[in-house]
């Protein structure tokens, strides 16, 4: 079962997290929140599904939230985070800003993956690699990028 400290994972444990196999507790849930993201028929899309780690036990909450699909470029995010704590284990942010500590504000692109070293297990962002999120401009592509990043299958 699970013997993992959600408040003090090691970058090992995060590591392991993130590529064990996940399964959605409802499979037709990700397909209401695909069809969601190609209709485009609100205002908003907020999105949580709840995930569960067959493996270690742990359930998560996979998120998608765009405050408005329609605009030219919108602003949306994707994240897992641990049903019984609240943390996020990844967020991909596409479109809003982030200052890491001690460095300038940007505005690109960018993903925010546990870390134990700051009380906020988010706080630091990095580079969203290209390889494994090749098209961010489609909120249906990097769903579907997150998904396999994340090791989540239905």
């Not at 996940?22 to 709840?50: G, R």
Request: glycine share 2%; net charge negative; proline share 5%.
């Amino acid at each position: 079962m699970n013997n993992f400290d959600e408040n003090n994972l090691t970058d090992e444990e995060v590591q392991h997290l993130l590529h064990v196999l996940k399964h959605p507790s409802h499979l037709l849930d990700l397909k209401k929140l695909t069809n969601a993201l190609i209709s485009l028929t609100s205002d908003e899309i907020d999105e949580t599904k709840s995930i569960i780690d067959e493996i270690d036990g742990i359930e998560y909450w996979l998120h998608f939230y765009c405050g408005d699909p329609l605009l030219l470029k919108p602003k949306y995010s994707i994240h897992l985070r641990f049903k019984k704590s609240n943390i996020h284990l990844i967020r991909v942010d596409i479109g809003s800003a982030h200052r890491n500590p001690g460095q300038k504000r940007s505005r690109e692109p960018h993903m925010h993956i546990y870390t134990n070293r700051f009380k906020k297990h988010d706080t630091i962002a990095q580079p969203i690699p290209i390889n494994d999120f090749p098209n961010i401009k489609s909120m249906v592509a990097c769903l579907e990028s997150f998904l396999q990043y994340t090791n989540t299958h239905s």
